[in-house]
């Protein structure tokens, strides 16, 4: 099926669509990422220069080690970041598993609901569906990215759509959950996750792969976040083979150089 953000086709016959990161959090795994509030716009210049579709906002890290925040910081980071964005021109989606978040950010000018927690709080999935705008959401048992093997990564997966289903949100990207969310997961897990990414196409649904700068290409190549980039690069190529529809990206520009070597070797 297609899926559109704002007028961008995602799926089917659509090329495949960059999502860059613009991580308004301090406290993120990869602190490279990090812009305070008054580069936001020069960032999103940037990137919309470098190839990017989308533009992800974030205001919360959720890296294992991550100091913890109160749903009214990130709300306030948001809606900061949303205020200073409102003649950007960009197309945005919002990261939160908060419903507080949600609903102030709605009060701007946003494009799709970036859901890790997979439609599983109610009153989320109440407000996500009430906005009639497109959901990406992220496998998520019982927390965001539990799953800890390919079999349960189905499942989740599963459990999404119907929760899609009793919501009424047809507009849906599943995100399989790339990374080491939960202590349990085993880089090994995210590997097999890759190298069988094409199996997900199954549901029909277009697919978002994140796995920038992600701890399984660290322990990979024995390298920290900032040192990642051309790990990321090769896998991401990769899950282009296995049917990504949309790549959620720090590294707009070279991302955009792999998406167009991967249009000429598959056109």
Known sequence: MEVRIKGIGIGNAN???LMGVLNISPESFFSDSFTPLELVTTRVEEMLRAGADIIDIGARSTALTAPPITV??????????????????????????YPEVLEA??????SAVNDI????????AKIAADSGLPVIAMTAHNRPGDPTDITSTHT??????CRAEQYNIDQLILDPGIGKW??????????ELCRRFSELKSYGYPLLAAASRKTFIGDCLNKPPHERLY?????LYALLEGGADVLRVHDVAPSKDIVKVFQMMHP
Not at 72 to 97: C, I, P, Y
């Open 15 to 17: 090329p495949p669509r």
């Open 72 to 97: 009214a910081e990130e709300k306030e980071r948001v809606v900061h970041t949303l205020q200073n964005l409102e003649h950007s021109g960009a197309v945005f989606s919002l990261d939160t598993m």
């Open 105 to 110: 950010a709605l009060r701007y000018d946003i």
């Open 117 to 124: 927690s997979g439609l599983s709080n109610e009153r989320y």
């Open 156 to 161: 989740a997966l599963k459990e999404i759509i």
């Open 182 to 191: 939960i202590a349990e997961r085993s880089s090994e897990a995210d590997w």
């Open 231 to 235: 790990g990321s690069l090769a896998v």
